[in-house]
């Protein structure tokens, strides 16, 4: 997700948000997420408002298996 300069990355529901400045780092190699935690709240606010459910893609996948009683 883009605002500004700013482009936020989750490489997965349980990963965390990356934060990249393209106007410096257009490469995305480094990290700014822990240097600006306002930015990094305001990009997961702006990816869950920008979502919309769906059953057939959900954020966690259930793992196989699970719940089943053993034989």
């Known amino acids: 997700m883009r605002f500004g300069d700013w482009k936020a990355v989750r490489n997965g529901p349980e990963k965390p948000i990356e934060l990249y400045d393209l106007k410096t ?20 606010e702006l990816m869950k408002s920008s979502r919309t459910p769906d059953p057939d893609w959900p954020l966690v996948q259930k793992r196989a298996g699970k719940g089943k009683k053993k034989p």
């Open 25 to 44: 780092d257009a490469a995305e190699a480094h990290d700014l997420a822990k240097e600006q935690p306002d930015l990094v709240a305001k990009a997961a």
